[in-house]
């Protein structure tokens, strides 16, 4: 499956590199609008994740599209020993970098530049991967997912936070409101890119969720995948393992 909706839309790159602009734009407040824009619910959804993933008792972890670290600094309250982040915007990066040092973390976790598509390590190599918010930013879902699976090990849990759509009234009504008028013009008053949270409402309403989601894991290759919905379904937590 190809996701087709790019950042820019009059721009000749490739949705790879117009996400990695796109991050890059955004990245000096981008941690302070995501609180904003979620209503602060973004942090209570990664605590879940924490747990799913602290119950597995992971030794080697990757979190995927880490972008300023806030997931890998909140896992490394798990067992695990290591702790990378990867993604495809040196900017973002930056200030995840100055996050982990600032809380003396810098021996446990390491954000390296990198392609979720091309993961540069090898085959069943981590305990527990995670990805929040990040899968739908994937130029080809099924082969990110397909990375993601070859470098998981065997049994390991694989954790994706991603927004959502309610399905329900008023909660649809109420959320459809939200993206398509509120989180744009959030975006364009205190962003410095004007597209970038458009195209973030418009590729969470159109990225396939729920038991869609559920059904693109399992062609992968991925085994016991579940959907977790988050307040009122407008974000889920979806878990799998390797076989």
């Keep these: ?100 040092k600032e809380k003396n973390l810098e021996s446990k976790i390491d954000l390296v530049l990198g392609d979720s598509e091309n993961i540069p390590f090898p085959d069943n190599h981590f305990d527990a991967i995670t990805v929040s918010y990040g899968i739908r930013n994937f130029e080809t879902l099924e082969k990110g997912l397909a990375e993601i699976l070859r470098v998981l090990k065997p049994n390991g849990i694989f954790v994706i936070l991603e927004t959502s759509v309610p399905t329900k009234f008023p909660f649809k009504q109420g959320y459809n409101f939200y993206t398509n008028n509120i989180l744009p013009l959030i975006g364009k008053l205190f962003s410095k890119d004007k597209v970038a949270y458009s195209y973030l409402s418009e590729s969470a309403q159109n990225f396939p969720y729920g038991e869609t989601l559920l059904h693109i894991l399992t062609n992968v290759g991925f085994v016991n995948s579940k959907a977790l919905p988050q307040t009122f379904g407008v974000a889920t937590i979806y878990t799998s393992t390797k076989k």
């Design 1 to 100: 499956m190809k996701n087709n909706i790019n950042p820019y839309k009059d721009s000749n790159l490739g949705k790879k590199e117009q996400v990695a602009q796109m991050f890059n734009n955004i990245s000096g407040n981008y941690d302070g609008l995501n609180r904003v824009i979620s209503l602060g619910l973004d942090t209570s959804w990664r605590k879940n994740v924490l747990n799913l993933v602290a119950n597995t008792k992971p030794n080697q972890i990757l979190d995927i599209a880490t972008g300023t670290g806030d997931l890998a600094i909140l896992l490394s309250q798990t067992s695990a020993t290591k702790i990378v982040g990867l993604d495809i915007s040196e900017g973002m990066l930056e200030v995840g970098r100055k996050k982990v």
